[in-house]
Antibody
Framework: EVQLVESGGGMVQPGGSLRISCAASGFTFSTYSMNWVRQAPGKGLEWVSYITSTSRTINYADSVKGRFTISRDNANNSLYLQMNSLRAEDTAVYYC??????????????????WGKGTTVTVSS | DVQMTQSPSSLSASVGDRVTITCRASQSISNYLNWYQQKPGKAPKLLIYAASSLQSGVPSRFTGSGSGTDFTLTISSLQPEDFAAYYCQQSYSTRYTFGLGTKLEIK
């Protein structure tokens, strides 16, 4: 079964750090790009970060750039998000999501087809 | 970054109704547009990719259309399990962005 399981969430004080993880199983993790997406309480989805299979290309949302670092360990089928200088507005459920691509007649298209259940990060004093 | 604007933000409808949700991009994104459904306390689920391609296992009452800047998600005959939040997402750039969502509620 294709599965993503996030872990490492918790409560942290403003200005603090936390690293969350995502364990992949049931597919060849090393061949897929991956994403982190978050959802603040009662709010919509916000894309956070993207990493290609080889870690060659990494992107961040402006809201986390310079504070968060995405990384991966293909040998251990794991994705990570190191979060520093945390703020109250970073409080959210954090999901990891697989980036799938498909060739259609005119172009190659990408979408997030497998999601974990999420891990909750709370930033509060 | 490409900004995505969804409307309406909420919608009340009845079982059996036909509903349409609209998503507009701040620039042309060709058909690099995906739709997701999210139920309370659950992870999002992919419904439509490439604007109009139905993800495997998704009922055919869901259809997507559009290209350029304007897109729609239509549910032809609402079922009880369709009451949820819906989000569009552009994949034109790998600095992905989501719309703010549409909450579909039972009338």
């Amino acid at each position: 079964e294709v599965q993503l399981v996030e872990s490492g969430g918790g409560m942290v004080q403003p200005g603090g750090s936390l690293r969350i993880s995502c364990a992949a199983s049931g597919f060849t993790f090393s061949t897929y790009s991956m994403n982190w997406v978050r959802q603040a309480p009662g709010k919509g989805l916000e894309w956070v970060s993207y990493i290609t299979s080889t870690s060659r290309t990494i992107n961040y949302a402006d809201s986390v750039k310079g504070r968060f670092t995405i990384s991966r360990d293909n040998a251990n089928n794991s994705l990570y998000l190191q979060m520093n200088s945390l703020r109250a507005e970073d409080t959210a459920v954090y999901y990891c999501a697989r980036d799938e691509g498909q060739q259609l007649p005119r172009n190659y298209y990408y979408y997030m087809d497998v999601w974990g259940k999420g891990t909750t990060v709370t930033v509060s004093s | 970054d490409v900004q995505m604007t969804q409307s309406p933000s909420s919608l009340s409808a009845s079982v059996g109704d036909r509903v349409t949700i609209t998503c507009r991009a701040s620039q042309s994104i060709s058909n690099y547009l995906n739709w997701y459904q999210q139920k309370p306390g659950k992870a999002p689920k992919l419904l439509i990719y490439a604007a109009s391609s139905l993800q495997s296992g998704v009922p055919s009452r869901f259809t997507g259309s559009g290209s350029g800047t304007d897109f729609t998600l239509t549910i032809s005959s609402l079922q009880p399990e369709d009451f949820a939040a819906y989000y569009c997402q552009q994949s034109y750039s790998t600095r992905y962005t989501f719309g703010l969502g549409t909450k579909l509620e039972i009338k």
